[in-house]
C-alpha cells in the first residue's frame, strides 16, 4: 500500500509481514522460549506469516497497566516534545535500539535506518552485529553531524573489543552502550524452526548476510542454536562489575551505557559505578523468558530509588508501539526510549521512507499525548500524570 495509509506502527508491521523472508520475519519476530515475555503465548509449531503473536507482546501488554491522569487548563499550543540524550540534541525522546541484520529484511539495511532517523534527528544505536561495518554505516549518515551511538558485545578476549571500540571511535561514534543480557544466547525456537522449513531456498541469503563484525563467528555453534546462537557464540560471558565496567571506562572516554539492566538492585549498582547511563532492557524478551516488563521494573526504579534517576541517565526499550507508550516511560522518569522491531520492519517496508514514518507518527502520537496530558514540555511529564493499576484492562 502507498506510505499514506499506515497510520500506525502496526500497520508498518503488518506490510512488513508480508514482505519479508520466512527467515526474516523468524529472526525478526522471535523471542525466547514461549514468548511469554515478548509476546504472551508460545510459538505455534508452524509458525504463520500472519501470526500476530508480537502485537500482543507482554513488554506491549505491560504498558497498558498503567493510566493517565491528565491536568486540564494549562496552556498546551506550543508542545515541544525535543530533548537531549547523553547531551546529544533530538527532537522526540525516542532512539533506535541496536538490532543485528537488518540487511535481511532490505538491501540497504541499517544505512535505511540511519538515513530515516538523520533525516528526522533521531539517534541510532548500530548493533555490534549488523549487516554493514561500522564504517559503511558511519558512511551513510545524512550529514557529518549526526550522531551515532554503538551497541557492544564484549568478546571474551579484551584485545578484539579493544580493537572494536577503538574503530568506532575513529569513526566519530559518540556512546558505547555495552549489551550485558546476552551471555547466552536466547532459545528462540521460531528461530531455530526456519532453516528446517526453508533450508534450501535460504541457504544462499545466509552466506551473503554474514554480519561484517570482526569477531570470528563460531559456525558449530550457529548451526546447533540458529542466527542468534551464531551472533552470541564469541561473548564474554565472565564480565563482572568488578572487572568490566573499569576496563571500558579505562579504555575509552565516550559516554557509557548499560543496555539490559532488569532490576532495581542492578540500576543501584550502575549508578555506583558512574556509567552515564542505564537502558532497561530485557532485549525484547528474546533472552530470558518470564523476564520483567520493563516499564514495570522502571515503575519499581522509581518507587524504590528516585535517587538514581539524578545520578544517571535512564532509558528503556522493549514494546514501545505507540506515543503515550512513551510518554507513560518518561512520566515514569526514563530519558528516553528505544524501539527495535519497528525500525526493522519499517526499513523491511519502506526502506529509509518507512523509517522517516514511522519517527512521524511518533511524534504526531507523542506531540497529541502531550497537549491532552496538559504537558507543554518534556519537563512537564512527571510521575503524577500516571497511574498503575493492578488489572490487567485488555
Ligand atoms: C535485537 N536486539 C539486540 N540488542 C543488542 O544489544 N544487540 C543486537 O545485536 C540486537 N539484535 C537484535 C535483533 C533483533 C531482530 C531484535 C528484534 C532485537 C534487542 C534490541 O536492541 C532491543 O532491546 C529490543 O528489540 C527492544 O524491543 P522491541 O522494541 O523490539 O519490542
Not at 40 to 52: D, H, K, M, R, V
Not at 104 to 119: C, D, V
Not at 197 to 226: H, I, K
Amino acid at each position: 500500500p502507498p506510505l499514506k495509509r499506515i497510520l500506525t506502527l502496526q500497520d508498518m508491521e503488518d506490510v512488513a509481514r508480508s514482505v519479508l523472508s520466512y527467515k526474516a520475519n523468524a529472526y525478526y519476530s522471535s523471542a525466547a522460549d514461549d514468548l511469554i515475555s515478548a509476546c504472551g503465548s508460545a510459538p505455534p509449531l508452524i509458525f504463520s506469516l500472519t501470526s500476530q503473536h508480537s502485537a500482543h507482546s507482554e513488554n506491549v501488554r505491560a504498558f497498558s497497566r498503567f493510566f493517565f491522569r491528565p491536568r486540564v487548563l494549562r496552556a498546551v499550543s506550543h508542545c515541544d516534545p525535543s530533548t537531549s540524550i547523553l547531551g546529544y540534541k533530538s527532537s522526540l525522546p525516542i532512539f533506535v535500539s541496536a538490532s543485528a541484520l537488518a540487511k535481511l529484511g532490505h538491501p540497504l539495511g541499517e544505512a535505511n535506518i540511519t538515513k530515516g532517523a538523520g533525516r528526522c534527528n533521531i539517534i541510532q544505536m548500530v548493533s555490534s552485529n549488523s549487516s554493514f561495518s561500522p564504517a559503511e554505516i558511519a558512511a551513510a549518515r545524512v550529514s557529518p553531524d549526526q550522531a551515532l551511538f554503538f551497541q557492544l558485545y564484549k568478546h571474551t578476549k579484551d584485545a578484539l573489543a579493544l580493537k572494536l571500540v577503538r574503530e568506532v571511535e575513529a569513526l566519530g561514534y559518540s556512546a558505547i552502550f555495552l549489551t550485558v543480557d546476552a551471555v547466552a544466547a536466547g532459545n528462540r525456537e521460531r528461530d531455530l524452526k526456519a532453516p528446517w522449513v526453508l533450508e534450501d531456498q535460504e541457504r544462499e541469503l545466509e552466506d551473503q548476510l554474514r554480519p561484517m563484525v570482526e569477531y570470528p563467528q563460531d559456525e558449530a555453534a550457529a548451526s546447533v542454536l540458529g542466527t542468534a546462537g551464531g551472533l552470541t557464540a564469541g561473548n564474554d560471558a565472565d564480565m563482572t562489575w568488578e572487572k568490566t565496567i573499569p576496563w571500558l571506562r579505562r579504555v575509552t572516554k565516550l559516554p557509557i551505557v548499560i543496555k539490559g539492566i532488569q532490576s532495581v538492585e542492578d540500576a543501584v549498582l550502575a549508578a555506583e559505578a558512574g556509567v552515564d547511563g542505564i537502558l532497561i532492557s530485557n532485549h525484547g524478551g528474546r533472552q530470558l523468558d518470564y523476564s520483567m516488563p520493563t516499564i514495570e521494573v522502571l515503575y519499581r526504579l522509581r518507587q524504590q530509588r528516585p535517587d538514581v534517576f539524578r545520578k544517571t541517565e535512564v532509558y528503556i526499550d522493549g514494546g514501545v508501539r505507540r506515543g503515550t507508550d512513551i510518554l507513560k516511560a518518561l512520566c515514569l522518569g526514563a530519558k528516553a526510549v528505544g524501539l527495535g522491531r519497528p525500525f526493522l520492519y519499517a526499513q523491511s517496508a519502506y526502506g529509509d521512507s518507512g523509517v522517516v514514518k514511522i519517527i512521524k507518527i511518533l511524534e504526531r502520537e507523542v506531540g497529541h499525548g502531550m497537549r491532552l496530558l496538559g504537558a507543554a514540555t518534556i519537563n512537564d511529564l512527571v510521575p503524577e500524570l500516571v497511574e498503575r493499576v493492578d488489572w490487567q484492562p485488555i
